[in-house]
């Protein structure tokens, strides 16, 4: 029933072979990598307001000098995570840069940093676009976390198909929201141009509000400065890219800034001359489509694309994590599962443990984007800071020609991403402290997945020089639990193995045990039976007893000790559930037991 069921929902397998066609061209990769920073400003423009509306209204117009310093970043950092692309072609981004250039725990960081923002790039993603549908239909408020978690599933099962499939599906809601957006940017500026929406009243530029900081500025900055995370998840996935692989990476991140750079702006300049304010149940987004179309056609369709693309901008994360979980796998800091290849040649393991973890913080904070947009941003401006720093370090040591140009850029974004990591520190400790915690704790993880494996490969490697000696027998205990085919099949193939053959069962009952012992006597007379009485009706643990007692004494022998466990095996999968998994739990017990070799005998029922 579950394969199935797996063909149906992701698709046939492909052969290896078939690698080469699972690559990504400019405009598919733009869909499947661009998602995430795309879909940012559909909250970017949000957060500044959110800060700005604490002093008043009159404060929105700081939004707009706000918008041109986070266009000044966007532009640094694009600049620098392209170099990035062509300095490190096989992918890894912040990871390697902090690495190779600052140290092996700064790489760590960036890297944890970075697959921690992943989960929250899906769960803000996810929320944002719940946030989407429920301004258009504000009866679905109360089914908020449900909602997101089924949203998280279906971008799941469409990443599992494979990166070729995943893109030819986001490809048409992507491009569908860059063409509603246009629209509505040019039909906005164009209207209040010719002067068709004079009515909104916003405080002029320059007008002087008491109450604004600079702490408060610093804050809102940070704060839309999350409209740039998903930046680097290019220069991540560099490998995905088809060849020239650098080449294409770098047009795709230049196209990715440019209408994100667009974007932005022309949003935080529609919400400053329509004077929108932030709205429990409606977005800015929407509010801004509703004063230009009104509720026609046209608000509803610039709804439902942005929340297609703030849904399926979760699939940026979906690309980014499985390839930076494969470079941390690959020098040994993670589990060597992510190593592995599924099905339709992607890295699955990443992509399930991407769902599962942003499932968890959809259910931890209860789906509220600016409850994770903060975590979010800090999450995505530490790597920010390592990389920049990384490169700064990599032109100074290296000094190619024309490096002073490099080095300033890399500078420039170092100087904005630290000072921006550092307000939100200062400003928003109540809601990032959560930092401190699983940061050290993933480090501390890393390195103890380093140490088991570093101790594992000498224990395992071959030393030309050894000599064991060969045993002199081996001896076999088979578990009987009655007089059956199953263990009649069992005690055949444990004579063909074994020098000494012990059958062992356990009795619960004195009485029984008597009467088992003289019907195997009569039946197996050949074969010697220890019946063990368990007095805390317990199967395993006088088991286990008399293993330990076999074991040395094989031991002193110099013989092998085999365990041979007689199993029936149901015709039907779920009859399983109808018998004692006894078996099981003495296979289990048994893996722990040096010097034991572990054995099943499987009888097949017909029926």
Not at 22 to 50: F, H, N, P, R, W
Not at 111 to 120: C, H, I, K, N
Not at 273 to 278: A, E, K, L, S, T
Not at 522 to 541: K, N, Q
Request: net charge positive; charged share 15%.
């Amino acid at each position: 029933m579950a394969s199935p069921l797996k063909r149906m929902l992701i698709g046939r397998p492909l052969k290896s072979s078939e690698a080469g066609d699972q690559k990504l061209g400019k405009l598919k990769a733009l869909a499947v990598l661009s998602s995430d920073a795309l879909s940012s400003v559909a909250y970017g423009t949000e957060q500044i307001l959110l800060v700005l509306i604490t002093v008043g209204a009159t404060a929105m117009w700081y939004s707009l000098p706000i918008a041109l310093c986070v266009l000044v970043l966007l532009f640094a950092l694009s600049l620098s995570y392209r170099q990035i692309i062509y300095a490190y072609p096989q992918g890894g981004g912040a990871y390697v840069v902090s690495r190779e250039n600052i140290g092996k725990n700064a790489g760590l960081i960036a890297g944890g940093s970075l697959l921690v923002d992943y989960m929250l790039t899906v769960a803000v993603s996810v929320s944002s676009g719940t946030d989407a549908i429920i301004a258009a239909i504000p009866s679905l408020y109360q089914f908020t976390v449900p909602l997101a978690i089924i949203l998280v599933i279906i971008v799941t099962i469409i990443n599992l198909r494979g990166v070729t499939e995943s893109a030819t599906i986001l490809a048409v809601p992507v491009y569908l929201f860059v063409f509603s957006m246009v629209v509505m940017i040019i039909t906005g500026l164009v209207k209040l141009a010719l002067g068709q929406d004079v009515s909104h009243e916003t405080a002029s530029v320059g007008t002087h509000v008491s109450g604004v900081t600079l702490i408060l500025l610093l804050r809102a900055f940070a704060s839309g400065s999350a409209s740039l995370t998903g930046i680097e998840a290019i220069s991540n996935a560099v490998p995905l890219f088809k060849d020239p692989k650098a080449k294409n990476a770098s047009r795709t991140l230049i196209m990715m800034a440019s209408i994100l750079g667009f974007f932005f702006v022309g949003v935080t300049l529609l919400a400053y001359f329509y004077g929108v304010v932030p709205e429990l149940k409606s977005t800015v987004l929407s509010q801004i489509a509703e004063n230009i179309f009104g509720r026609n056609f046209f608000y509803y369709f610039i709804q439902a694309t942005t929340a297609l693309i703030l849904v399926l901008a979760a699939n940026t994360g979906f690309s980014a994590f499985p390839m930076l979980a494969f470079n941390l796998s690959k020098d040994k800091y993670m589990p060597r599962m992510y190593l592995d290849k599924g099905d339709r040649l992607g890295y699955s393991n990443g992509i399930i443990t991407l769902a599962l973890g942003s499932i968890l913080l959809i259910i931890l904070f209860q789906g509220k984007t600016e409850s994770l947009i903060p975590l979010y941003s800090v999450g995505v401006f530490i790597p920010f800071t390592l990389s920049q720093t990384g490169m700064i370090i990599k032109w100074v040591k290296e000094k190619p020609e024309g490096y002073m140009k490099k080095l300033s850029a890399n500078l420039l974004g170092a100087l904005i991403s630290f000072t921006v990591l550092m307000v939100l520190f200062i400003t928003r400790i109540s809601e990032v402290w959560p930092v401190f915690i699983f940061m050290p704790a993933m480090i501390y993880v890393f390195h103890r997945t380093r140490s088991h494996y570093a101790k594992l490969a000498p224990q395992l490697r071959i030393d030309e020089q050894m000599n064991l000696p060969a045993f002199e027998g081996n001896a076999v205990i088979i578990c009987v639990s009655d007089t059956t085919k199953v263990v009649e099949g069992a005690l055949r193939y444990a004579k063909s193995i074994g020098d000494t053959v012990i059958a062992v069962h356990v009795s619960l009952d004195k009485q029984e045990g008597k009467e088992f012992v003289e019907r195997w006597n009569r039946i197996h007379p050949e074969v010697r039976i220890a019946d063990l009485y368990s007095t805390y009706r317990s199967i395993t643990e006088p088991l286990m007893k008399f293993i330990d007692t076999a074991q040395q004494k094989a031991n002193q022998d110099n013989y092998s000790l085999t365990v041979l466990i007689p199993q029936f095996i149901p015709k039907k999968g779920w009859q399983n559930i109808l018998h004692n998994q006894t078996s099981l739990l003495i296979r289990t017990k048994l893996l722990f037991k040096k010097d034991v070799v572990v054995a099943t005998y499987p009888y097949h029922l017909k029926e």
